[in-house]
T-cell receptor, first 110, second 114 residues
Framework: GQQLNQSPQSMFIQEGEDVSMNCTSS?????WLWYKQDPGEGPVLLIA?????ELTSNGRLTAQFGITRKDSFLNISASIPSDVGIYFC??????????FGAGTTVTVRA | DTAVSQTPKYLVTQMGNDKSIKCEQN?????MYWYKQDSKKFLKIMFS???????INETVPNRFSPKSPDKAHLNLHINSLELGDSAVYFC?????????????FGQGTRLTVV
């Protein structure tokens, strides 16, 4: 699969803070997806993006599909303790393969 | 109502053994997948089946053999297990064979080879 660079690798956030994470690639993607994985569970889809420039929200989460189709970011507003987990970006290419970023581990400071 | 269910959740076995992991989805999806998550949490696709036909077969040792008896089931059989096979294996499903768009994942099977 294609290599996705996801950053930051990990973050400590203060409850109530807004935070961002992003993914970049040297390849163009048709679809960007953002997943969250809780300990001992499988990834759960948070947001799907299908068009360059698209900005989509899901509650306190907002994600954007970059204009160049090579990047995407995810924002979490007013973070709460249950936001703890690993967030993965994933990109879908023309050859129908879904490639995942390495994940951003989020830990909330109470 | 579990959408994608895998069994077992934990599997500890000795090197050289043969084991199977089962997966079932009740979402009516056409496509099912197996992913491997290593110790660094990196997720990599192994196989994809659409309507019981193999669509994606990444570079995976042929000790790994998926079997799809019907659209709702995709099992993974592993022969001659090696230490390096230790990982969490996730089954997933999606509507259509677009390689994972809006894929729904199972809870994972943590395989430990000793």
């Amino acid at each position: 699969g294609q290599q996705l660079n996801q950053s930051p690798q990990s973050m400590f956030i203060q409850e109530g803070e807004d935070v961002s994470m992003n993914c970049t690639s040297s390849s163009i993607f048709n679809t960007w997806l953002w997943y969250k994985q809780d300990p001992g569970e499988g990834p759960v889809l948070l947001i799907a993006l299908y068009k360059a420039g698209e900005l989509t929200s899901n509650g306190r989460l907002t994600a954007q599909f970059g204009i160049t189709r090579k990047d995407s970011f995810l924002n979490i507003s007013a973070s709460i303790p249950s936001d703890v987990g690993i967030y993965f970006c994933a990109g879908l290419t023309n050859d129908y393969k879904l490639s995942f970023g390495a994940g951003t581990t989020v830990t909330v400071r109470a | 109502d579990t959408a994608v269910s895998q069994t077992p959740k934990y599997l500890v076995t000795q090197m050289g053994n043969d084991k199977s992991i089962k997966c079932e989805q009740n979402l009516g999806h056409d496509t099912m997948y197996w992913y491997k998550q290593d110790s660094k949490k990196f997720l990599k696709i192994m196989f994809s089946y659409n309507n019981k036909e193999l669509i994606i077969n990444e570079t995976v040792p042929n000790r790994f053999s998926p079997k799809s008896p019907d659209k709702a089931h995709l099992n993974l059989h592993i022969n001659s297990l090696e230490l390096g096979d230790s990982a969490v294996y996730f089954c997933a499903s999606s509507q259509g064979w677009t390689g994972g768009t809006e894929a729904f994942f199972g809870q994972g099977t943590r395989l430990t080879v000793v």
